[in-house]
Every structure is written in structure tokens, then in C-alpha cells.
């Protein structure tokens, strides 16, 4: 969850300061390649200082959190296409002013799964 967390939160940050470049205008306007770059960095600093915590090659984390990164983006995407096809502004009025409850946990839905998936194979692994 964390990593879904500091990727939404640094993807917001830098969006809002470097953001040009849109990442799909049809589907989600506001998010940006730049807004994905600076989650990448954010995500980089977080497989450090797990990587050194935990003791895990550096490599193998950045590339298994790059991909919960990439499944992450893909399921905030999805949502607001769902939103879009559905000609919705917001997924509910639990939360007024942050696109329902589906806006805070779509990027979860999708990347949950793939991460419990990881941390399975990971235990055997070891």
C-alpha cells in the first residue's frame, strides 16, 4: 500500500510543478508523464531505504516496485475510463471533492493483488 501511496503522492507533486506532457488527455486529462517520472523517483528512494533495511539486492526491488508502479498507473487509468464511458464526474459523494471512494482506491484494486502475488513468491523463493 505504501508504494501505491508515495507513487499517488509524488505523481500529484510533480505533475502540479513539472507537468507538460500528458499521459492519456482522452481518459484523465490531469495526469501527466512528468507526474510518473517523479513517482518513479519517489519510488526509487523508498526500494533504497527498503533495500537497505531489509537487506534486498537494490535491483531486483526498483524493478519489482517499477512494475507495482506500472500496475498501479494502469488501474487509475482504468477507473477514470470507466468514469469517462460512464459520463461521470465523480464515482460517489462519500468523499466530496476527491472523485468518490473508487478515486482513493483504484490504483490499490489493481495493484494489491500483484503485490501479494510477489511477496508468495518472494517467501518461497528465499
Given at each position: 500500500m505504501?508504494?501505491?501511496?508515495i507513487?499517488d503522492t509524488?505523481a ?7 507537468g507538460?506532457?500528458?499521459?492519456a488527455p ?11 517520472a ?10 533504497v531505504?527498503?533495500?537497505l533495511?531489509?537487506g534486498m ?9 517499477a512494475g507495482?508502479?506500472y500496475?498501479s498507473?494502469l488501474g487509475d ?15 460517489g459523494?462519500?468523499?466530496?471533492g476527491?472523485?468518490?471512494v ?9 495493484t494489491?493483488p500483484i503485490?501479494?502475488g510477489l511477496?508468495l513468491w518472494?517467501?518461497r523463493s528465499?
Amino acid at each position: 500500500m505504501a508504494i501505491v501511496w508515495i507513487a499517488d503522492t509524488a505523481a500529484y507533486f510533480s505533475g502540479r510543478h513539472f507537468g507538460r506532457h500528458k499521459l492519456a488527455p482522452a481518459i484523465s486529462p490531469g495526469k501527466t508523464w512528468e507526474g510518473v517520472a517523479g513517482a518513479l523517483v519517489a519510488l526509487a528512494l523508498y526500494a533504497v531505504a527498503v533495500g537497505l533495511l531489509v537487506g534486498m539486492p537494490l535491483l531486483s526491488l526498483f524493478v519489482m516496485i517499477a512494475g507495482l508502479l506500472y500496475v498501479s498507473v494502469l488501474g487509475d487509468l482504468f477507473e477514470s475510463w470507466i468514469k469517462r464511458v460512464s459520463g461521470m464526474k465523480d464515482s460517489g459523494d462519500v468523499l466530496p471533492g476527491h472523485g468518490g471512494v473508487l478515486d482513493r482506491i483504484d490504483a490499490l484494486t489493481s495493484t494489491l493483488p500483484i503485490a501479494t502475488g510477489l511477496l508468495l513468491w518472494l517467501e518461497r523463493s528465499v
